[in-house]
């Protein structure tokens, strides 16, 4: 089977893709990679070929921070790139409204690599869960808001999709009372998280399971440690790491990290991520870093400071780390109510606290708050352990109950550019195949 991994290429989405991508290739499939120009040493470091979404026409159009405003550019891309692998399947992330769609298009199926929470309406229960910010409904509601812009754009708006038989406008509108017709979760939607980390009594929707962290980073570079450690050994004080989530509005951290980690027992390892205009204070204990990688970060530290999003609350679960939470958007109010509610972290407040790092202290020596933490991550590096393999396995079950014809004759368009490779295969993207640029324009 020739699938293709079209995520984002943000690491909090990228990786999860390629430790899935690296067991379909060892099960004998075809797998290949999509993203950002900047993805390529990723794909590499993983043994998957590469193709720049740039060279289909897909300028940022997979980057998280654009992700609801690029979905025309990411489907043309998709359909681009998918046409020139021959792509009998698509594995993409969630967010990424251009992908499914181009999955519609080519009436291929797409398994979908989610957050390590729900964040949409569930299919029964969840009652009494606090709404933090938004509720579920509404936040269901602007996602598909955004998908059905881009449908529109994409000239696919008079159809329904293939997740309903009513009208899109109709489907679309009743994804909310019944999420197992939602077009969000693709074919099947995985989860990174842990049953706990659901609202008690929740149930998801059919098309969604849970598969564990699926963990997966570039290897440190060992002289970036090293400079690392000795940057550290300079103060000597125990070390907190900080992962910083986008703002969304919400206000710079810096004024709160500064006064936390000036002249105090601490010092912070901050990740910069994908915020912008970083500003610690030149007599703050903080090593501001920008890395592909997070975990021997995070064994560094016996404390981890976030916004809520996924990739810093796994990593620091799977090594038993505490967390302090500090959530502003997207799903960082989900997430980080789930972890509250398990024990394994305490809410630090944006603004208006006076002692932030006495609330910082407090947590480094909760003896309880650890327990929850080591008992949670526990049980999510059981499930990392054979995470990978039940990704696969769903993956390959939504292609054998698909009902669709071989990938070389499924698509039925005007601009359709299907042609067989040797023996009826297509070609690999990062194979010798060469692409055909005129073809490869969508009417």
């Known amino acids: 089977m ?6 984002l290429s943000d690491g909090g989405y990228l990786y999860p893709a390629l430790a899935v991508g690296r067991e379909l290739r060892c099960r004998g499939h075809r797998v ?35 992700w609801g405003v690029m979905g025309l550019a990411q489907y043309r891309a998709t359909v681009r790139a998918a046409r020139q692998a021959r792509a009998d399947l698509l594995v993409t992330s969630v967010l990424c409204n251009g992908a499914l769609l181009a999955a519609e298009a080519l009436d291929v199926p797409v398994v979908v690599i989610g957050l390590s929470i729900h964040l949409w309406t569930y299919r029964s229960g969840g009652e009494g869960e606090p709404q933090y910010g938004r509720t579920r409904e509404n936040r269901t509601l602007e996602t598909l808001a955004l998908y059905d812009a881009a449908r529109e754009e994409a000239g696919l708006a008079a159809r329904p999709s293939r ?7 109709a489907a679309n509108a009743a994804a909310t009372a019944d999420p197992d017709a939602s077009p969000l979760l693709g074919d099947a939607l995985l989860l990174r998280g842990d049953p706990e980390l659901e609202y008690p009594g929740a149930e998801l929707p059919r098309r969604a ?6 963990p997966w980073e570039p290897a440190a570079d060992l002289g970036e440690l090293a400079a690392v450690d000795a940057a550290l050994a300079r103060t000597g004080k125990p070390v907190v790491y900080v992962h910083l989530g986008r703002f969304f509005g919400g206000g710079s951290p810096w004024p709160r990290l500064n006064a936390t980690f000036t002249g105090g027992r601490y010092q912070a390892v901050v990740e910069q991520g994908r915020t912008a205009g970083p ?63 398990a024990g394994a972290a305490v809410h630090l407040p944006r603004t208006g606290e006076p002692d932030q790092a006495g609330r910082v202290d407090a947590a480094w020596r909760d003896d309880r708050l650890r327990s929850h933490a080591h008992r949670l991550g526990r049980r999510l590096a059981a499930a990392a352990a054979d995470g990978p393999r039940r990704a696969a396995d769903l993956v390959e079950q939504t292609a054998r109950t698909s009902d669709r014809q071989p990938a070389t004759s499924r698509e ?32």
């Open 279 to 341: 500003n610690p204070a030149p007599d703050a204990d903080i090593l501001l870093v920008r890395k592909p990688w997070l975990g021997p970060l995070v064994d560094r530290a016996g404390l981890v400071l976030t916004a809520g999003t996924s990739a810093p609350v796994l990593g620091a679960l799977l090594r038993g780390r505490p967390l302090g939470v500090t959530p502003n958007g997207s799903e960082q109010p989900v997430l980080a109510g789930a972890l509250l509610r």
């Open 2 to 7: 020739n699938i293709l991994l079209c995520p």
């Open 32 to 66: 290949s990679v999509l993203g950002r120009a900047a993805a390529a040493p990723f794909a590499a470091e993983a043994g998957l070929p590469f193709a720049a979404a740039e060279e289909f026409g897909g300028e940022r159009a997979f980057s998280a921070a654009r």
């Open 163 to 169: 997740w309903s038989r009513e009208s899109v406008a």
């Open 209 to 214: 399971h849970h598969v564990g962290p699926l």
């Open 412 to 443: 039925n368009h005007g601009y359709s550019i299907s042609r067989p490779g040797p023996r009826g295969r297509g070609e690999p993207l990062g194979g010798r195949a060469a692409v055909d640029r005129s073809a490869l324009r969508l009417s």
